[in-house]
């Protein structure tokens, strides 16, 4: 965000002779937390440096990760009709105007992914699945959509099931316990990472592998769950992630970063101390090494400075250059044909979130690499995935291939593309596409009889009776 900020500071082709600024709050990512934050925003605490003009409220806010926290914000700034621009928070539910009227997002709405899994799921013919979810907004929303969507594709069931990460292991054990009694071959989950961590752990103690799952971009390309344990379970799973992206100056801007003791300015010490293995204020800890703060991370191998994986950070710089785009239709207003009462433009010097807001539902703009931005009525981005598939190379790191592209603005049919020149590894390092259905498919001669108390998917074939025939298979 900072970065996308400062290289908007210093361009002369938007918002020149306009500079914009920041506060930052850390939230953990926890409801209580993210709540005070915005009111603090509401208010006007803000302390700005002596040559900037500090508005009473701030004019927009970035934010948050997580969908749950962002409904807390979204629900706070909205009466307010402060803008709210999330690059993360997916929950199908933060797309009702009447609850969330000032909510923007540039990460599709889990509306579309849902329905994206179910289409995934009846395109390698998988009609008998399980189903994980988190025991949130986000799991619950999601799995919900999918249910609804896979039965309209003629998928079945087997399971659905709800975890979080403070369940008891009693409770994660009965989770892998209907797994393992399941008939089904292949687990939708549709979670956090953090939750699903915790499961697969269970799952490998349990020595329960072999299933092929397809997950959402909560897991599926979150680092933190792809370990070589987790990967004995999950090995060859299928999701969708938000497509990857270069930003070009970013790692040099990251690398060039230094932290400050300045107070409300020492978000980098923490990292810095790890980093480097010292401690930058000698005044507060007793060390035997002591740095300066002018140590150079060119040279480390962190995730702070990776940036191989930019899909939510490119979330992040079209969220600031939104804002940065909306501002400048607003200053640009030509006096007597402007969008508000008696066709007034917004007053310069005394820009008001409302206005912001306006412009926000109107922006279209490509970035540098190539990307068009624009919001719909609900405030959602046109949904683009990546479909990724787990795989690991000769040097035993894990990988998230990508196999597929998935996009709505495409026909109907059309929407799922595979790529021909990537080859897929499938559960238990397989080469060949799984199947998971209930019942085997009925030759000819022979018709389904559904049984009683079971899914549609799940039937006997019983030869056709006197003067009938089935020449087909079903």
Known sequence: MIFAIEEINNSTDLLPGFLLGYNVYGSCPSIPLSIGASLALI?????????????????AVIGETTSTSTIDIARTMGPFKIPVLSHSATCACLSNRQLYPSFFRTIPSDYYQSRALAKLIKYFGWTWVGAVRSRGDYGNNGMATFLEAADKEGICVEYSVAIYRTDSREKFLEVTNIITQSTSKVIVAFADGNDLDILIKELYYQNVTGYQWVGSEGWITYRY??????????????????????????????????????????????????????????????????????????????????????????????????????????????????????????????????????????????????????????????????????????????????????????????????????????????????????????????????????????????????????????
């Open 43 to 59: 208010n006007g605490q803000i302390e700005a440096e002596e040559s900037c003009v500090s508005p009473s409220t701030v004019q």
């Open 225 to 474: 769950v792809a370990t070589p344990v987790n990967y004995a379970v999950v090995g060859g799973a299928l999701g969708f992630s938000v497509p990857n992206a270069y930003i070009p100056g970013l790692r040099e801007f990251i690398v060039s970063s230094h932290p400050s003791l300045r107070l409300g300015n020492t978000g980098l010490v923490e990292l810095w101390e790890s980093v480097f293995d010292c401690i930058l204020n000698p005044n507060t800890h007793n060390a035997s090494k002591i740095c300066n703060g002018e140590e150079s991370l060119a040279n480390t191998n962190t995730r702070f400075t990776d940036v191989s994986d930019a899909s939510l950070l490119n979330n992040v710089y079209k969220a600031v250059y939104a804002i940065a785009h909306a501002i400048e239709a607003l200053l640009t207003c030509e006096k007597g044909k402007g969008p508000f009462l008696n066709k007034t433009c917004a007053e310069n010097g005394k820009i008001q979130p409302w206005q912001v807001l306006h412009y926000l539902t109107q922006v279209n703009f490509t970035t540098k690499n190539g990307e068009n931005v624009y919001f719909d009525a609900r405030g959602d981005p046109v949904a683009r995935y990546t479909l990724v598939n787990w795989q690991m190379n000769y040097e035993g790191i894990i990988t998230f291939e990508s196999i597929g592209l998935y996009d709505t603005s495409k026909p109907e049919g059309q929407q799922i593309q595979m790529k021909d020149d990537t080859d897929a590894i499938w559960a238990g390092n397989q080469k060949n596409v799984p199947r998971s259905v209930c019942s085997e498919t009925c030759l000819a001669g022979t018709r389904r009889a559904f049984m009683k108390g079971k899914p549609i998917c799940c039937f006997d074939c019983i030869d056709c009776a006197d003067g009938e025939f089935s020449n087909t298979t079903s």
